[in-house]
């Protein structure tokens, strides 16, 4: 049993798991993190209001997804927790229409080639969201780094001036030494000199 073999959707929605499939959630935490995620998707899906059904049919049998919809989901879940979040979304609304309802007649769907369409959508977007999303860690990161060096730049700049004006210094101070030296051992040849 594997990440790939445990249906998370199936799961979240509330069958039973396979043999297995259990033991390998609980012992498994990507795949209990995305349950998790699945879970909270479920129930902020449930939580919408009932006049949002009518959009959220039009979404699945509409030829472009539904823009205000997408938007909020967009906004309302963890960009990582999105793929998940639309394929679930998916299987609630495929749900929604194989379940029989009186009266209404609903419309023959090709679930397989719904998800697909969804999944490829929800790919496209993420890919692009995350794309961008990498793009503006990395100017990030540069710009941190352009700022970076600059300062290190300028450290090192005041570090030698500072070490130029220490030795400048040094110098300054042995010549003074020299000097006083010098003068005193004129001085003191001039005392032996008169001395003799
Ligand atoms: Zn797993």
Request: charged share 25%.
């Amino acid at each position: 049993m594997n990440c790939l073999s445990v249906d998370l959707k199936a799961y979240a929605l509330g069958e039973p798991g396979g043999p297995g499939e259990t033991a390998h959630i609980e012992s498994c935490e990507s795949c209990h993190e995305e349950l998790e995620r699945l879970r909270v998707t479920h129930a902020a899906l449930l939580a919408l209001k009932e006049e949002e059904v009518p959009r959220r049919i039009a979404f699945v049998s509409d030829k472009i997804f539904e823009p205000r919809w997408w938007q909020r989901v967009w906004h309302s879940v963890p960009a990582m927790g999105f793929a998940s979040a639309a394929i679930l979304a998916a299987a609630i609304f495929v749900h929604a229409y194989a379940r029989p309802v009186t009266n209404v007649q609903p419309p023959a769907i090709d679930t397989a080639q719904v998800e697909q369409r969804i999944e490829s959508e929800v790919s496209k977007r993420l890919d692009a969201q995350v794309s961008k999303a990498m793009a503006k860690v990395v100017a990030d990161s540069e710009a941190r780094e352009t700022k970076l060096a600059r300062l290190l730049d300028a450290a090192e700049k005041r570090f030698a001036s500072e070490r130029q004006s220490d030795i400048a210094m040094i110098q300054q101070t042995a010549q003074y030494y020299r000097d006083k030296i010098g003068q005193v051992m004129v001085a003191s040849n001039r005392i032996s000199g008169e001395g003799q």
